[in-house]
């Protein structure tokens, strides 16, 4: 979401963050160092690709697919995905009857161990609003087509749980390596709001897109 | 809490304007503001709790008006404040120093 006040009062929001950082430093509260390795670790390791990994392994192995469905705390964790914004998972797996999409309606709560942070849309008031109300016309918005018998439903995030959306495994991908599939699980496909890559060359506009956004 | 931060639901907030290769932050102090908030939340200065629930305290034209991270620049200010870490009266001390600094 592009924010309409961008530009009047950023200047006055940035000054404040850099005076509320030099007065912590100074207090020896904050070490900037510290803020740079944090920064960093959020920016350039952990996101989707995180997910993407935990997806593919349950497409190809159906005894930790059923481990992540019973504790997908604990099945995460086995691929090294722990810590905070992902202390207590639940995932939800998409079938032929049922898409599973994910919102926080009350603010921005995501699974950062394996989605990394939120995209502004995710933290934006129409997603929030709309996504319980009008599921389907998002995902059309997203262009997701889900047909109408197939069940859409909308889990609400807290701060103590944080979902992921188990996509379906595209349909000719049997050949596929872990490796190569984890390279077809989109960021949204995770969240709900798309679908995994397909293995065509010629995908829709929207697979184009994701792929170039990977 | 019952308050403008309960969005679910609500009608006339418009379409879902999704950016396609979204950087992870678009300014300079978003990841700043960031890293702010996981060294003081590490610094246990505050909970999640906590934190959230001061954002829930803005103002709700202010919070419907703003960009992300200035609910957590508010957030971040209002309990550093309230626990006595830092005062109002110096972070504006702050504030007006670098301001002038930078004209």
Redesign the interface.
């Known amino acids: 979401?592009?924010?309409p006040?961008?530009n009047a009062?950023?200047s006055d929001?940035?000054?404040?963050?850099?005076?509320?950082?030099?007065?912590?430093v100074e207090?020896g509260?904050?070490?900037p160092r510290?803020?740079?390795a944090?920064?960093d670790a959020?920016?350039n390791k952990i996101?989707p690709h995180n997910g993407a990994r935990v997806v593919a392994r349950a497409w190809t192995d159906s005894a930790y697919k059923r481990r992540l469905l019973e504790d997908a705390t604990a099945a995460i964790a086995e691929l090294g995905y722990t810590g905070?914004q992902g202390e207590d998972m639940v995932v939800v797996e998409n079938t032929p009857e049922v898409h599973n999409m994910v919102?926080c309606?009350?603010?921005?709560c995501y699974p950062w161990p394996t989605l990394?942070?939120p995209?502004?849309?995710y933290?934006?008031?129409?997603?929030?609003?709309?996504?319980?109300?009008d599921p389907r016309g998002?995902l059309h918005?997203?262009g997701v087509a889900v047909p109408d018998t197939t069940e859409v439903r909308v889990w609400?995030s807290n701060?103590e749980l944080r979902y992921l959306v188990l996509p379906l495994r595209p349909e000719g991908t049997e050949e596929m390596t872990e490796d190569e599939l984890a390279g077809l699980v989109t960021r949204d496909s995770m969240i709900g709001?798309g679908l995994p890559k397909t293995r065509s060359v010629g995908g829709s506009a929207k697979a184009e897109?994701q792929r170039?956004?990977k | 809490m019952n308050g403008a931060h309960d969005l679910g639901g609500m009608h006339g907030l418009g379409p879902v304007n999704a950016e396609a290769n979204e950087p992870v932050f678009h300014e300079e102090w978003e990841r700043r503001m960031f890293g702010l908030f996981i060294a003081t939340f590490a610094g246990g200065h505050f909970n999640v709790d906590q934190f959230r629930h001061a954002i829930e305290r803005m103002n709700p034209a202010h919070y419907l008006d703003s960009p992300y991270y200035e609910h957590w620049l508010h957030s971040c200010e209002t309990l550093l404040v309230e626990g006595g870490v830092i005062s109002r009266t110096e972070l504006e001390a702050r504030i007006a120093k670098l301001e002038k600094e930078a004209k």
């Open positions: 979401m592009v924010h006040r961008h009062p950023l929001t940035a000054l404040r963050v850099k005076a509320l950082e030099s007065l912590l207090k509260l904050v070490d510290a803020l740079d944090v920064i959020y920016e996101g905070v919102v309606t009350l603010c921005s990394g942070l995209p502004n849309w933290k934006s008031a129409p997603y929030r609003s709309r996504a319980v109300i998002v918005e997203f609400d701060a709001t897109s170039r956004r």
